[in-house]
């Protein structure tokens, strides 16, 4: 039986969102958090763009050192053989690629201004293709940008071209939110059972659909025999409308009526690990975690009214899906109202000790104690913002991977 799994893109769609971005050890952490999680694969940045290569090493490097093992680390790119070329040239060990090109009428008339074929399309992620597997690419996706407005005929041609050169899995781009749980799933299957590789479903959320349409889209894939792999971001940050969330996505699939006792997951997802992975993205985005998001919103679990207190106060179950500590809440946390000591820009040797103190943190010597002071000085220079509990203590345990991560060498 074909299942579910799950491809997080937040540290590529998720920072590619206006007004927002993430620092490189921020991105780091959130790669942390989904590997707790259990998530398949983060697409965890663009191995083209310069300021990203030591951060893309330094994630590869913490993969081969166990420490973000299992989850995959997948790079983005275009359909475009320099770029492809240039990605393994500034990231060589990278070995997982989305490779993505537009694919409708109205892009190939509105974007590439009438300068490129349906023929050009499938020969541009051809070659793409086949230069990613020459640098030695293990999996490779294929991406179809635009493709809920893409005519299925030429999806299904583009997908079996992909195929036949070795793609590992399609993206179907629902690219602006166009499709509803309906065309999806028909779409999907269709792709499913004609082109015969996994279908990715990638979606947002202009209609308010992004999760409806994930879950739709990956019932449409396995009803066609494959496997469907479900694009998210944490707390569904993502370009205008956002992306579908994946807290969300992953309580719909695994909690909504009748859907998980057909479609299953193909990995375990710790859904205990959410609350952690949600507030870390909201304060590192400086984006509130809407009060109402599923899960893990300020009155997922809240009730005022005297029909559903009293429910919820007999048997939880009346009025409550799922309770709370299946998301990981539900234990005290400590709000400082008097002195308090915090990391920052300009923090000295002192406070700095104190505060890794407070963290059962010890330092071999002053100078060792200076090292971690100095990165994490850094590190704060990057976020604008104090650190979290866990970013210094990753500093303090991977000093030379912090110290990757915050190097940035503008080229000459």
Same mark, same amino acid.
């Given at each position: 039986?074909?299942?579910?799994?799950?491809?997080?893109?937040?540290?590529?769609?998720?920072?590619?969102?206006?007004?927002?971005?993430?620092?490189?050890?921020?991105?780091?952490?959130?790669?942390?958090?989904?590997?707790?999680?259990?998530?398949?694969?983060?697409?965890?940045?663009? %191995?083209?763009?310069?300021?990203?290569?030591?951060?893309?090493?330094?994630? =590869?490097?913490?993969?081969?050192?166990?420490?973000?093992?299992?989850?995959?680390?997948?790079?983005?790119?275009?359909?475009?053989?320099?770029?492809?070329?240039?990605?393994?040239?500034?990231?060589?060990?990278?070995?997982?690629?989305?490779?993505?090109?537009?694919?409708?009428?109205?892009?190939?008339?509105? +974007?590439?201004?009438?300068?490129?074929?349906?023929?050009?399309?499938?020969?541009?992620?051809?070659?793409?293709?086949?230069?990613?597997?020459?640098?030695?690419?293990?999996?490779?996706?294929?991406?179809?940008?635009?493709?809920?407005?893409?005519?299925?005929?030429?999806?299904?041609?583009?997908?079996?071209?992909?195929?036949?050169?070795?793609?590992?899995?399609?993206?179907?781009?629902?690219?602006?939110?166009?499709?509803?749980?309906?065309?999806?799933?028909?779409?999907?299957?269709?792709?499913?059972?004609?082109?015969?590789?996994?279908?990715?479903?990638?979606?947002?959320?202009?209609?308010?659909?992004?999760?409806?349409?994930? =879950?739709?889209?990956?019932?449409?894939?396995?009803?066609?025999?494959?496997?469907?792999?479900?694009?998210?971001?944490?707390?569904?940050?993502?370009?205008?409308?956002?992306?579908?969330?994946?807290?969300?996505?992953?309580?719909?699939?695994?909690?909504?009526?009748?859907?998980?006792?057909?479609?299953?997951?193909?990995?375990?997802?710790? =859904?205990?690990?959410?609350?952690?992975?949600?507030?870390?993205?909201?304060?590192?985005?400086?984006?509130?975690?809407?009060?109402?998001? %599923?899960?893990?919103?300020?009155?997922?679990?809240?009730?005022?009214?005297?029909?559903?207190?009293?429910?919820?106060?007999?048997?939880?179950?009346?009025?409550?899906?799922?309770?709370?500590?299946?998301?990981?809440?539900?234990?005290?946390?400590?709000?400082?109202?008097?002195?308090?000591?915090?990391?920052?820009?300009?923090?000295?040797?002192?406070?700095?000790?104190?505060?890794?103190?407070?963290?059962?943190?010890?330092?071999?010597?002053?100078? $060792?104690?200076?090292?971690?002071?100095?990165?994490?000085?850094?590190?704060?220079?990057?976020? $604008?913002? %104090?650190?979290?509990?866990?970013?210094?203590?990753?500093?303090? +345990?991977?000093?030379?991977?912090?110290?990757?991560?915050?190097?940035?060498?503008?080229?000459?």
């Amino acid at each position: 039986m074909a299942r579910i799994y799950f491809i997080d893109v937040t540290n590529r769609d998720g920072v590619q969102t206006a007004n927002l971005g993430l620092s490189k050890l921020e991105k780091t952490m959130i790669n942390m958090y989904l590997n707790e999680m259990g998530v398949f694969q983060s697409e965890f940045g663009f %191995p083209t763009t310069r300021h990203e290569s030591f951060y893309l090493q330094a994630n =590869l490097e913490l993969a081969d050192m166990g420490v973000l093992q299992p989850i995959r680390l997948g790079g983005w790119i275009r359909a475009v053989v320099a770029d492809v070329d240039k990605a393994f040239k500034l990231v060589p060990k990278i070995k997982h690629l989305n490779i993505s090109i537009s694919t409708s009428a109205q892009m190939l008339r509105g +974007k590439f201004s009438g300068t490129k074929s349906r023929e050009d399309i499938v020969d541009m992620m051809v070659d793409a293709l086949e230069a990613a597997r020459a640098h030695g690419a293990e999996s490779i996706g294929i991406n179809a940008e635009d493709a809920s407005r893409t005519k299925i005929d030429f999806l299904v041609r583009f997908g079996l071209a992909a195929k036949e050169h070795g793609a590992d899995r399609l993206r179907y781009c629902d690219t602006l939110g166009y499709d509803n749980a309906f065309t999806i799933y028909e779409s999907t299957k269709t792709l499913a059972e004609d082109v015969g590789i996994p279908i990715e479903l990638h979606c947002h959320g202009d209609l308010g659909m992004a999760v409806a349409n994930s =879950l739709a889209g990956a019932k449409g894939a396995i009803d066609g025999g494959q496997d469907a792999y479900i694009n998210t971001t944490v707390n569904g940050i993502g370009e205008r409308a956002g992306n579908a969330d994946l807290v969300a996505t992953v309580l719909a699939a695994t909690k909504s009526k009748g859907f998980a006792k057909k479609y299953q997951l193909g990995k375990p997802i710790d =859904l205990t690990k959410a609350w952690k992975v949600s507030k870390f993205a909201s304060y590192a985005f400086d984006v509130p975690i809407p009060i109402n998001q %599923p899960g893990v919103g300020a009155n997922a679990f809240a009730h005022s009214s005297g029909i559903h207190a009293d429910g919820v106060l007999k048997d939880p179950e009346n009025y409550e899906l799922y309770s709370f500590d299946e998301v990981g809440r539900g234990e005290p946390e400590l709000v400082e109202t008097g002195r308090e000591i915090c990391s920052g820009q300009y923090t000295g040797i002192s406070g700095f000790r104190h505060i890794m103190g407070q963290m059962e943190v010890s330092f071999e010597d002053a100078r $060792q104690a200076e090292e971690i002071l100095e990165l994490a000085r850094y590190a704060n220079v990057e976020a $604008q913002k %104090p650190l979290v509990e866990d970013a210094l203590l990753f500093i303090a +345990k991977y000093p030379k991977i912090a110290k990757k991560l915050l190097t940035l060498i503008p080229p000459e």
